[in-house]
Nanobody, 115 residues
């Protein structure tokens, strides 16, 4: 089984930056997709960014050019670098680890963008 631990959430001013981390422990497969999703109050969970084991990335239109997903292979950790943050980015952010067999979710971390 796989456990995901998120960190890095918090309060940031509009235009600021924040980096989220998601560390995976347990059995890590060679082929997988890691991603970030977010859920704002009253909204459904939405995809933010994904990164496959071969290095391919994908971003939601709303964050393209501002957010960057990356990974540290040695630490089995995926990051979400968020720049030029907007109040609309306020949400609970969840990391996801997907294999051919199962999806795993982190516990979520709150990101609040406010003055």
């Amino acid at each position: 089984q796989v456990q995901l631990v998120e960190s890095g959430g918090g309060l940031v001013q509009p235009g600021g930056s924040l980096r989220l981390s998601c560390a995976a422990s347990g059995s890590i497969f060679s082929i997988y997709v890691m991603g970030w999703y977010r859920q704002a109050p009253g909204k459904q969970r939405e995809l933010v960014a994904t990164r496959t084991s071969d290095g391919s990335t994908n971003y939601a239109d709303s964050v393209k050019g501002r957010f960057t997903i990356s990974r540290d292979n040695a630490k089995n950790t995926v990051y979400l670098q968020m720049n030029f943050l907007k109040p609309e980015d306020t949400a609970v952010y969840y990391c996801k680890y997907a294999t051919m067999r199962h999806d795993y979710w982190g516990q979520g971390t709150q990101v609040t963008v406010s003055s």
